[in-house]
């Protein structure tokens, strides 16, 4: 075994893998893009304080938080996740609202790695800032649906809730510390616990011992104030209005504190129920505030591209395609020649690639096999004598010799011939 190895929760992703990244980065910015978003990128690095808004009684906060001292002794940490980078973005730049932001990149979490759960981990996501509309949470929801839809998933489903305004959240934990309490002797010890860190995360149990318990629990509906209510009351027309299917689900809490009024997540259906999340999000109202700006709504979302990828595997849709190369210079006469027309293809705009150390033809034809290239252009010591080049389609068309002056112009003729469909796959 070699002697390092990337850490637990850590990954290399290698080509075709790291295209379809790319690829997955490339069609969210051209969704979220379409409807008005622009790129923010935070640093991965942020003072320990921004992040610790995001929930003080939060798993995100307490224990999986990469943070250390730096060498100017500032408490310092690799970002969990983006929205609260965005939010105090928000309150260092003052960009006009509505603020429409979108972002992709790795976060950090200090969290027990399997499968679809990584110690660094991508995420695309988009943040609105100013609005408090409805239409803006539909809006939102709907764009990570779209996406979702354009990778070809079909198993994705929606949850949705509201957690209410603060105040109602506030009442609803009260009620809930109560109801949980006065029945804590019936509760797993590990959901003991977390009713003394935070009530509303008893709803995330699964156990099957606290199952009774959770049956009859306070319900969110009777908490939320008219305004709640009314928000709430749009946000579904609004998803029924374009036929996006949810599920309401009243125990939906989510992991982070910030949330009010609308909380959702998408889940895919193949994972493992616990790495089935494949992105969330909802209405943060008060975290802006919260950094030192003034009070400013937001809601926005994040989608888990390590857990999407998964789940795209498991459904067969959006695969990793090969890379593909135009032409693949082949010379026999030292590489010079290699080096001058793989350059000049490169500028005319061709995918271009070569065999280096002036190997033996039979080797370089190999090469140019792997590389899956369209068509080689081979040079050997007749074809320099003569100023001319052999072109060879690579999909079993008859080669030719041309002069060096008309070479571009063949390659590129040959190169539009092997890449339209035969007649047969365009059907
Ligand atoms: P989150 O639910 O913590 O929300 O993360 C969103 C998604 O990131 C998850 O659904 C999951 O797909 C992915 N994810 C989280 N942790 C891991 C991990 N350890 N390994 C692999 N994937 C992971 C947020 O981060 C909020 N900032 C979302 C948001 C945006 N809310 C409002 N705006």
Redesign the pocket.
Known sequence: MPEFQTSP?MRDILAPESARWRRFVQVFADTVEAAGYEQIIPPLLEDIGVFSRVGEATD?VTKEMYDFVDKGERHVALR????ASVCRAYVQHRPTLPWKAWYSGP?F?Y?KPQR????Q?D?V?I?VLGPTDPAVDVEVIALGWRFFQSLGLQKVTLRLNSLGEPADRQRYTEALRQHFTARSSELADETRATLARNPLRVLDSNRSEDADVLKSAPRIDDFYSPAASEHFAQVRAGLDALDIPYTRDERLV???DY?RFTTF??AGGTLDSA?N??????R?DGLVEDLGGPATP???????L???LLACDDEGVFSAAPSVVDVFVIDTTGGLEATVLTDQFRAAGLRADRAYDNRSMKSQMKAADRSNARVAVIIGTDERANQQAVVRPMNGGEQFTVTRSTLLDSVLRAVRAESSPTPKESQ
């Open positions: 929760g995100v969990p996740e983006q929205t976060n979490r969290e679809g759960r990584y110690r981990f995420q996501g943040e989510r992991g982070l949330y997540e998408y790495q999340a494949l992105g969330g999000g909802g943060y937001g809601v926005g979302f994040a989608l888990g390590d857990r999407t």
